[in-house]
DNA sequence: GGGCAAACGGAACCTTACTCCGATAACGAG
DNA sequence: CTCGTTATCGGAGTAAGGTTCCGTTTGCCC
């Protein structure tokens, strides 16, 4: 408690050297093991692969959540920011939508179980739960709002429960191939259009 | 091999009258606690409700999908027999359909996290899988081609893909009070309409 | 009542998530 | 460069649930 001045102002003192690069060690293992084994995949093997101890792994990151949030926060951030680009450059506000809710969805089939976890009622997903719709819903909500505005939809839809439908929509649609999510998904938008 | 009549035209042997007894104690303990634990509550909280050692849960029922099966076997069948009776009874096909597709619904949104687990790519639950399938998908098929047939709704959709959709959307929906799945099927089933 | 096969019960074992603590090595001061 | 402090490392330890195995019990048939 002396003069470390790791107060508020000042920028937080740089970690240890073999901390940093562990993590981003661990952040290259768990991205190659997400793809092979899931986003479920057992602790032990990415803390293999990474070839650290398993403290390691929890002490960057506590909860499973934090640790597939900090592997797909890249990911995330930029569906987030194509929202508003999309509306600027689509001609409606129903394409926009359309094309938002696809690169959404072409995320979540991607990343093998990921869908199926984000619905989970497991209360350790629940940092994960709350990062994307802290990140998206606002993003959703703006995207149909402008569309109901411009009366392409129905305009009783609520944000929450239509990225909550199209994330269900998503799950298990690896490992499945008479079963294509993006179909449905389209399926379902079309359903919002005003009737 | 004579008397004990297990040969193909008779009556199997009668089982033991304990073994009988023990399957349907096992029948209301699971589905007593699927009410209250969901149907992955865990295995020896079973055995304990119904009084049994582990032993005769894995012997009347080897896999979970087994005992799942064997619980709702009874409101599936109603279910699947419910289609032909609505289209006869309906205005139109696809009034049957969307009156047949509320019932999956609600059978499936009361059965905690039944959903998730017919979704669930886990081999032990297999078994589950092909039975709604063998039971239901014609049954959906049945009525998706009669509204087709009609005119009703767009030529091209899977009856596997919309029962997988709808079981997808039905994921959680309880536990949840902002996510209403039957809202969103509804949505999903506007999407059919011939465009 | 007696013999036999089926059924029972639950202890033992396996896998996985998560915690804890002694050992280690980076960083900064002298 | 050396040394002390301290954050970090690694893996053994604990817990929870699923599944199997086998000695014991019990219904059934004669």
Known sequence: MKDSGEGTGHAA??????ARRNKETLLDAAAAVFVTSGVEAPVRDIA????????TIYRHFPTRADLIIAV???????????????????PTPHAALGRWINLFV????????????????DAGF?????????????????LLEAAATAGEIRPDVDAYE???GVGNLCIGAD????YDAR????????GLRRP
């Open 72 to 90: 797909y926060r890249h990911q995330i951030e930029a569906c987030a920011e194509a929202g508003p680009a999309l509306l600027a450059s689509c």
């Open 175 to 178: 490992h499945d191939p008479r």
């Open 13 to 18: 003192r740089p970690k240890r050297a073999d």
């Open 183 to 190: 179909r449905l998904v389209e399926l379902l938008i079309a």
């Open 126 to 142: 629940d940092a994960l739960h709350a990062y994307f719709l802290e990140r998206l819903l606002p993003v959703c909500a703006q």
């Open 106 to 121: 072409d995320f979540l089939v991607t990343k093998h179980g990921l869908a199926a976890v984000l619905q989970s009622d």
């Open 162 to 164: 239509l990225m909550r």
């Open 48 to 55: 293999t692969k990474a070839g650290v101890g398993m403290g």
